[in-house]
């Protein structure tokens, strides 16, 4: 029996494309391994939103090459794969397959190739694949299912390459939505949903709008827990806020990318909002759901970026105290507008100082916020052993948080929704006991 190993850099969407590409291949009659010794097929699905990402997947293969010299069957697929198309096939001589991310349906078709001694490229659009319902996905151990109600982004950022790996915006059919729903809920016992587009408020199908995809998948009996990822603020609407506040399953876990707090960056970004407006939508989720759990991306070190309107994006960290945040230092990619602005590039050393400023206070906010959930008691979606600890189970509360409780009862809770109440906590955890 012929294994394969997939590695998966990158966000929700690439894991969601390698699970899909797992079960295409075990359907095929492959084996999975983790191994890369026992596979003899190796797929690196990957991400390029950030330079330092690309250059790891580069040294990935160079090791890989090194490593087996040759005897494995190597192919890239992701966002790489479409970025560099045919390039990247030519770059690496020793790669034998490139898939875009529009062409995971085609992995078999690719490795078949591949053993037959071609190498196969494909980056093509492929948009009516998406409309297909994906009961295929390699699902085993999940307590959480990602399901794509939209792919690839039509809001061209200035710094953000996602729109040329990705492609435009495809609403994929509410129908698909709902019978991937019911797949894993019936057939797989997966409670956890979280509903997976670029910019999820865009969902725009035949005139069926992201609340109303919201409001259809809460109703399926069997989803316990609705989350979804990623809201653009400019879309964010009142009316999403009052359907998530009449469906007790859909998640109060919001997260918005605001990017900058500078009105100054924001547009230089082609954001296409202002402080203001992102921050009256904050409010107006507070107001609507006054439990609620937030969490935002920043970007420091933005051409043009002054300490002024860094002030201003830590004006708002403190302000808003979010629960959790994404923060990284601006990276160019090819081919993107924000290449083209003449102002001048922030110092490397005073983007890292101020990225390191943002972390630290976030993890100040965070820890207290932490601190606040002690001796409280939270549903907790168990999802698996400990890594650290056989004896310890961990999980995550609607809010995200991750916590760590004993549990004699052990693994069988694996999968289900109980109650611990929280006695300790770090910046990044909760420890707790099952109640
Ligand atoms: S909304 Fe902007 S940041 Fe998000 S994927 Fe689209 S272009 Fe990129």
Redesign the pocket.
Known sequence: MIKFKIETWGCQMNEYDSQKMAGILKKAGYIETQSEKDAEIIILNTCSVREKAVHKIHSRLGVLKKRFKGEKILGVCGCVASQEGRALLEKVPYLQFVLGTRSTHLISKAVEQAQNGMRFLDADDHESEMDHPVTFAERSGQTKAYISIIEG?D???TY?V??YTRGREHSRPLQTILDEVRDVVQNKNIHEIELLG??VNSYNYRGTRFPDLLEAVSAEPGVQRLRFL?S?PKDFSERLVRVIAANSNICRTIHL?MQSGSDVILRKMGRKYTRAEYLEKIEMIREILPENWLSSDFIVGFPGESEKDFMETMDVIRSVKYDNLFSFKYSPRPGTAALKLKEPAVLNSAASRRLSILQHTQEQIQLNKHLRMINRIFPVLVESVSKKNPDFLTGRTEGNHVVHFKAGRGAQLIGRIVNVEIKSVTMASLKGVLI
């Open positions: 982004c809001n061209f950022c953000c996602v729109p670029q910019n990623t653009h990318p």
